[in-house]
């Protein structure tokens, strides 16, 4: 059974800090995505890692993944107020429905 | 495109009730998902469809049911309902095309007593 653990569960930091959230999962796979939630919203999607090595970038979020390690982390730049949210990590389980196996999630909170 | 579209946006049922939670795409994704999101938690897997017709369980099926007679709608029933599906209701949709993305609709919050 594919398990996903993401910590911090939840972070409080300065803007202006860098951080580090951390995903790992418990068995191969091949799809590795990273949402983010605000208060009373919808889940948005941010990056699809897919191969080991993975790497993207977007504004001051940037995802790697390290498939050997079965680990993937989402680092923050300088953060910024905007940022706060809740951020998951989800994984591609095997078969061929493009099931999803959710983390608890991240709770961002960025501090003036 | 409106994307994915759920009713209604919240909901207040008394133990015992059923009610059926809409949701709808319009981006001819085959794969539909239902998923549950309860306070402080990640989403957890309900039902899902990988085409008309075809429907499977995913992780926490128990007091839920689906169809899917068309490729844009994939409506969740509630038969009996009971305090502990007090939840957020997620309804998702994919292609099988590279990425995979899931697209997520708003959301139902449904509220048991």
């Known amino acids: 059974e594919l398990k996903v653990e993401q910590n911090p569960l939840f972070l409080s930091m300065q803007e202006g800090k860098n951080y580090t959230i951390y995903c790992n999962y418990s068995t191969t796979s091949d799809r590795l995505y990273w949402y983010r939630q605000d208060p009373g919203k919808s889940l948005e999607s941010l990056f699809v890692l897919l191969s080991n090595g993975a790497v993207k970038q977007e504004g001051r979020l940037m995802a790697s993944l390290d498939t050997k390690a079965r680990l993937s982390t989402l680092h923050i730049t300088a953060a910024v107020h905007d940022l706060s949210a809740t951020y998951f990590c989800a994984v591609k389980g095997d078969g061929t429905a493009s099931k999803l196996t959710f983390g608890t999630g991240t709770r961002l909170q960025v501090t003036l | 495109n409106a994307g994915v579209t759920q009713t209604p946006k919240f909901r207040i049922l008394k133990i015992g009730q059923s009610m059926t939670l809409q949701c709808t795409q319009d981006m001819n994704h085959n794969y539909m998902y239902w998923y549950r999101q309860d306070p402080g938690m990640g989403l957890k897997l309900i039902y899902y469809s990988v085409g008309a017709g075809i429907t499977d369980k995913g992780e926490v099926p128990n007091g839920y049911n689906v169809s899917r007679s068309t490729t844009e709608d994939f409506p969740l029933r509630l038969e009996l309902a009971a305090p502990s599906q007090t939840s957020v209701y997620f309804c998702?949709?994919?292609?099988?095309?590279?990425?995979?993305?899931?697209?997520f609709g708003p959301g139902t919050r449904l509220l048991v007593l």
């Open positions: 998702a949709s994919t292609q099988l095309i590279f990425q995979e993305t899931q697209y």
